[in-house]
């Protein structure tokens, strides 16, 4: 592959006497090739995403806090890479910024709040999972990234909005929805003020902001990474996942297949979920699953549903050409194939989330919250009794607290939630499941996050790869989805795609 293109960077004084590197849209594997060769630092790279930040944070508010240690843990990780006699080999991410979502609790300096002011001065009692195994890979906590206030389970207002962040942008275009949930780690993403960030999805967390801002995201099977030290909203549906830049020179699916292999595995804070999926994990990684060829003799099935576009849509257009592509790199797909029950797997209203969820979250909530050393909340209803205390504006608005009103009174997990849970359990198994298996698909194919719901019910993983850009310049993606375990096959075939199309462009900050 060529080398990233030799530029100084204008934000980063610190770089001018050093050799020339490209930043701004620099991947993991260009930033490793900068650190072994000399011309960058940790430090350096550290400074370049903190002024970034301090320059676009006003118009974006995709970060909520910088981590004032930042810089002190670079410059650790260029100690620890090239001197002395603790002298540590670089791994992929050794040395390398890494944003978090605000619900990903660490045990620093930082605050972990999931947008809202209520957690603000909380103190957790150990860094989540996904942390711990991030600070062992030496990566570096840049900070934390702006997201729906609670994960947009407070109401339903969404739109990547929180108390604390407040309104996040869409980088290409700035009037523009960025979708919500994990938005912060999205933006960040896209628009180059970070090179990794770990967002969380229950549904659509990952996979519609990582569309909607031109960036990949991956969101593993549930219980191949740590839940454990994540504010929770089901541990049913719950995982982590990240978005990466996805540029064609070095092509960041790859640089997201390095972050999967740092930060999947067993965590005994989280045991019969991580041991469970722990099978599925390949020996030697999932690197090696990065594959040019990875599209050829893939059963790719296209489900009837989620293609509703108007007549000369862009985007129908788009996705039909990438169809034409797939088949040309050897693909087998299949087009207009049924889920059975699919509209009642995407109501929420009848298929049991409204059931079941509720419940879930009150439980999970109130066990986090007990858990960390200090909180100025310890339950769902000393939250809400906060934002009464505390209104802002989103929170007077008509469903302000609705989710977290019908959630408070419900007294637990009885009869009624477990036959919600077994009939998704049921649809599932006879909807995307019965599918897959009796057409022996690797993968279904669907637009955005539309398939989001349908995935999340039984913890499947999806990776979503940039497509292309609406008439107004907005992105979309397209997304794989397969069945629990099957990340080494969605990594062959979105690295693939990514490798033929090259679709992603810079953020344009159109207006």
């Not at 062992?136 to 109401?155: I, Q």
């Not at 592509?325 to 299949?334: D, F, N, S």
Request: aromatic content about 6%; hydrophobic content about 40%; proline content about 6%.
């Amino acid at each position: 592959m060529p080398r990233p293109a030799v530029v100084i960077a204008a934000l980063v004084p610190a770089l001018a006497g050093a050799h020339s590197f490209w930043i701004e849209e620099a991947t993991v594997a260009s930033i490793q090739l900068g650190f072994n060769n000399g011309s960058l630092t940790s430090v350096e790279l550290v400074r370049f995403y903190l002024d970034r930040i301090s320059s676009l944070n006003p118009l974006l508010h995709a970060v909520i806090e910088v981590n004032p240690d930042a810089l002190r843990q670079a410059a650790g990780a260029d100690v620890e890479c090239c001197s002395g006699r603790h002298r540590r080999a670089r791994g992929a991410l050794h040395g390398v910024p890494v944003l978090l979502k605000d619900n990903i609790a660490t045990r620093d300096v930082l605050n972990t709040t999931a947008g809202s002011f209520a957690l603000l001065g909380s103190v957790v009692r150990r860094d989540a999972g996904v942390v711990r195994q991030l600070r062992h890979a030496g990566a570096v906590v840049l900070g934390k990234a702006n997201m729906d206030e609670w994960a947009n389970f407070r109401s339903f207002s969404g739109g990547g909005w929180s108390a604390r962040g407040g309104k996040g942008g869409n980088p290409y275009v700035l009037s523009a929805t960025p979708c919500g949930l994990s938005t912060g780690s999205a933006i960040a993403a896209a628009a180059s003020m970070t090179a990794v960030t770990l967002g969380t999805e229950t549904d659509g967390s990952i996979l519609c902001p990582a569309s909607l801002n031109s960036v990949v995201g991956i969101k593993p099977t549930v219980g191949l990474t740590s839940r454990a030290g994540v504010i929770p909203i089901t541990p049913r549906q719950a995982s982590t996942g990240w978005h990466n830049k996805d540029r064609p020179i070095c092509g960041t699916v790859a640089d997201a297949v390095h972050v999967l292999d740092a930060i999947v595995g067993y965590d005994p804070v989280d045991a019969p979920a991580t041991m469970a999926a722990s099978k599925y994990i390949p020996p030697g990684g999932y690197t090696q699953f990065l594959k040019k060829d990875g599209l050829r003799g893939k059963r790719i099935g296209v489900p009837n549903g989620f293609f509703n576009f108007p007549n000369g849509n862009v985007q129908q257009m788009v996705y039909t050409q990438h169809l034409n592509t797939m088949r040309k790199q050897g693909a087998i797909v299949i087009e207009k194939l049924d889920i059975e029950n699919l509209s009642v797997l995407l109501d929420s209203q009848n298929n049991g989330q409204q059931i079941a969820l509720p419940a879930e979250f009150k439980l999970s909530l109130n066990s986090y919250l007990s858990n960390v050393l200090h909180s100025p909340v310890r339950s769902l209803a000393e939250i809400i009794a906060f934002n009464n205390a505390h209104p802002v504006e989103e929170n007077m608005k008509e469903n302000g607290q609705t989710v977290f009103l019908v959630a408070e009174n419900t007294t637990g997990i009885g009869a009624l939630e477990r036959a919600a849970i077994r009939q998704l359990n049921k649809l599932s198994a006879n909807g995307l499941k019965k599918l897959m298996r009796e057409h022996e698909l690797d993968a279904i194919m669907t637009p955005n996050n539309a398939a989001s719901s349908v995935l999340a019910i039984d913890g499947m993983p999806a990776i979503t790869v940039p497509a292309g850009y609406g008439k107004q310049g907005v992105p979309f993606g397209l997304c794989f989805g397969g069945l629990r375990g099957y990340e080494p096959r969605l990594i062959e075939m979105a690295y693939a795609f990514e490798q033929v199309t090259m679709v992603r462009k810079p953020p344009t900050f159109l207006p």
